[in-house]
């Protein structure tokens, strides 16, 4: 895929997300690994109105040399693309469920399959930092270095993927899964058995 067929892409995915409900307002951010650099959303843009042309341009040195100026959360997508080389994009949203999730002890357990296959084992819980302090990097960094999403205190998920459609569609599915462990609460749901966790990532992780 090329840069322009990228930015295309990011379009029409941030528009999804904020259609459905994923993202409201200006909330919420995306990346996409290039070749030689990164693209990014802007700051304060609505991932329902992006324009190919004014999305940023980072060179591979994170330095901004194109677009509109990135979102201040540059550093999120940084922790997450320099501890995953196999990451080709990154998906920070302020979904209500899985925000939700944050707010409480940051546990969504392993209801399903899918979830497993998407998101990983585990999904750290990143103490809180106010949104844009970057002091909150090497926190993600260290954690996205053994895991495909975390969740921000309070603040709401961040997840990767191999290309931008499997980290959106990781996006959503870990936002179902924090729906169920939200509607389950208080009852004794059956969880996959570390066996079945271990063996969905050996074949699919």
């Not at 996409?32 to 650099?37: A, C, W």
């Not at 975390?150 to 961040?158: K, Q």
């Not at 993927?161 to 009852?187: F, I």
Request: hydrophobic share 45%.
């Amino acid at each position: 895929m090329n840069e322009q067929q990228a930015r295309e892409e990011l379009v029409a995915l941030g528009a999804s997300l904020f259609q459905r409900g994923f993202s409201v307002g200006s909330a919420g951010n995306i990346s996409v690994r290039l070749t030689d650099g990164y693209l990014m959303t802007p700051t304060n843009s609505s991932l329902g109105r992006l324009d190919a042309a004014r999305i940023s341009r980072l060179d591979a040195n994170w330095a901004h040399v194109g677009g509109d100026k990135p979102t201040k959360e540059v550093f999120l997508h940084r922790a997450f693309l320099t501890a995953r080389p196999d990451a080709g994009a990154v998906v920070h949203l302020h979904s209500t469920y899985a925000t939700a999730i944050s707010c409480l002890d940051g546990v969504i357990p392993p209801l399903t399959p899918y979830f497993v296959m998407r998101a990983g084992r585990e999904i750290p819980l990143i103490p809180y930092y106010r949104p844009g302090d970057a002091a909150m990097e090497p926190a993600i960094h260290a954690a996205a270095r053994r895991a495909k999403a975390v969740l921000l205190a309070n603040h709401g998920p961040v997840i990767c993927g191999p290309t931008l459609t499997d980290a959106v569609n990781a996006a959503e599915e870990l936002e179902e899964a924090a729906k169920l462990a939200l509607l389950l609460q208080g009852r004794n749901p059956r969880l996959l058995t570390p066996g079945q966790v271990d063996d969905l990532l050996q074949t699919f992780g």
